[in-house]
């Protein structure tokens, strides 16, 4: 035993540095599991975005087969003058995320963007010839807007460490937003100069919506503590079911007024002898229509699109 024990004697060195390695490799994996830091991302957006039923029933108007059939063979027995424009779909805002990373690979942020707003007002005129003139105006003015959302997201860092690396992203976000319209139709009779008019205005209240989104950036390390960092994300956001309010009137006189769901919808339009895609609000859907009403379903607006983010991510702690 005497001789063992002295024989062990030499050892004992490297016994403690094999117990002292095994001790770092522990405490490194134990801060490495740990590891965390705060960081605050500012970001310029630059997005395009679908918008949905509304600009589908300004462009199913302004394009509708009789109106193109105008437009190519100028026939003599029709005028176009003006166009009714969609909506703008390309979108610039801000974008502020706080990040906290859970370790060197994997993250979690929660953001907030610059509100959405976009209106326009055109007028298309179409003047119908026969042995007299009979001008038809359409005037339209759409309006949609959306608040700053809440987003958050979870973030995979890839090849985490360089100076330049690379990081997937994806997520929820919680969207607010609404819709409005003002329709005029104004009618001048060829023989006896009498003007007919309607006008038709509604407008939804806010509603809410989660969507989705997916993407992949770059970070670039200018600095310990800042980096310049750029994206591309994918979103899904719509939001439907909304409910709204709607003032109808003529100059016969009538008027009326009408609270329910805003609803999508194909109609034949009579003033042009076309068909083309509307908006406007009921209770409950008509059962039958004189201008023959197809495709109705709650009308949507859909902030989907397709999303370039540029700015400086600043390491806080």
């Not at 995979?156 to 976000?173: E, I, K, T």
Request: glycine share 10%; hydrophobic share 40%.
């Amino acid at each position: 035993m005497k001789g063992i024990r002295e024989s062990t004697g030499p050892l004992r060195p490297i016994y403690f540095g094999l117990v002292v390695l095994l001790v770092n490799n522990f405490v490194s994996a134990g801060v490495e599991e740990k590891y965390h830091k705060f960081s605050l991302r500012l970001s310029g957006e630059a997005r395009i975005m679908v918008i949905g039923d509304i600009n589908t029933g300004l462009r199913t108007f302004n394009d509708n087969p009789r109106f193109e059939y105008i437009r190519k063979n100028n026939p003599d027995w029709g005028r176009l003058e003006g166009n009714i424009s969609t909506l703008n779909n390309i979108f610039a805002c801000w974008v502020a995320e706080l990040r906290f990373d859970l370790s060197r690979r994997v993250g979690l942020g929660i953001a907030t963007a610059g509100g959405l707003h976009r209106q326009n007002e055109s007028t298309l005129t179409h003047y119908l010839i026969s042995d007299v003139t009979w001008p038809y105006e359409f005037y339209y003015k759409p309006e949609i807007w959306a608040s700053s959302p809440v987003i958050l997201t979870f973030y995979l860092n890839l090849g985490a460490g360089s100076r330049l690396s690379s990081y997937l992203s994806g997520g929820l976000g919680y969207y607010r937003g609404g819709l409005k319209e003002q329709f005029n139709f104004t009618m001048v009779n060829g023989y006896s100069g009498e003007v007919g008019w309607t006008r038709r205005y509604w407008e939804t209240q806010s509603k809410t919506a989660l969507g989705f989104h997916l993407g992949w950036g770059m970070e670039l390390l200018l600095a310990r503590n800042l980096a310049l960092t750029a994206e591309v994300q994918w979103r899904y956001t719509r939001i439907s079911n909304f409910r709204a309010i709607q003032q109808y009137e003529t100059g016969y006189p009538s008027y009326e007024e009408t609270t329910g769901w805003l609803y999508y919808f194909t109609k034949e339009n009579l003033f042009i002898g076309s068909r083309h895609a509307d908006l406007t609000v009921w209770e409950v859907p008509p059962y039958a229509s004189v201008e023959f009403i197809m495709d109705v379903r709650k009308a949507r607006l859909d902030l989907s699109g397709l999303s370039l983010l540029v700015g400086m991510k600043i390491r806080l702690f």
